[in-house]
């Protein structure tokens, strides 16, 4: 079983800019893994961000983007505002779509 | 509206079996890649099982051999039948729709483990 990792807790100043990653116990994260990227707020439903490592939905905020990085997945952060602080899950695809990782998860602080 | 409702939640005793139900409106669940996924109190997100067509499922090794992804054309629903429960299968469960970049999410229902 793979393992995904993330950064468990990152802050970023109102108005900065943050990156966070998603690696794999397997060896670098290519488009071959799909990444995702996803929103959690106490109490809601998770909300997609990004998928396919970069394309976004129509409520995405531009401020995020995804990308491959040195290895890894990443989300990018570029902007921080206040309502952005939650956590934020990367989830993989291993095995020709079989298999589906989450990482750990970032605790991500604007403050 | 596209949209998914979660039910079937509740508490219910280790060895016991649940079904969860997935309704869903404004698209076919027939014609989507459908997947569930839970959140265990105060832990984070953990892919549960995935859906393709319905000789196509898949589940994480936690959960395989005790639970069973299904659907019904006829009521648009996905199900997770859910047997030999453990405490460490207490968890709000979600599902999904994969295809359109997993873009609807039902609200969660919980289930509960315990004696």
């Known amino acids: 079983q793979a393992v995904v990792t993330q950064e468990p807790s990152l802050t970023v100043s109102p108005g900065g800019t943050v990156t966070l990653t998603c690696g794999s116990s397997t060896g670098a994260v290519t488009s071959g893994h799909y990444p995702y990227w996803f929103q959690l707020k106490p109490g809601q439903a998770p909300r997609t961000l990004i998928y396919d490592t970069s394309n976004k939905h129509s409520w995405t905020p531009a401020r995020f983007s995804g990308s491959l990085l040195g290895g890894k997945a990443a989300l990018t952060l570029s902007g921080a505002q206040p309502e952005d602080e939650a956590e934020y899950y990367c989830l993989l695809s291993y095995s020709g779509a079989r298999n589906w990782v989450f990482g750990g998860g970032t605790k991500l602080t604007v403050l | 509206e596209v949209q998914l409702v979660e039910s079937g939640g509740g508490l219910i005793q280790p060895g016991g079996s649940l079904r969860l139900s997935c309704a869903a409106s404004g698209f076919t669940v027939s014609s989507n890649y459908m997947t569930w996924v839970r959140q265990a109190p105060g832990k984070g997100l953990e892919w549960v099982s995935f859906i393709y067509s319905d000789i196509s499922t898949y589940y994480a090794d936690s959960v395989k051999g005790r639970f069973s992804i299904s659907r019904d054309k006829s009521k648009n629903t996905v199900y997770l039948q859910m047997n030999s429960l453990r405490a460490e299968d207490t968890a709000v469960y979600y599902c999904?729709?994969?295809?359109?970049?997993?873009?609807?999410w039902g609200q969660g229902t919980t289930v509960t483990v315990s004696s």
């Open positions: 999904a729709r994969v295809d359109h970049g997993m873009d609807v």
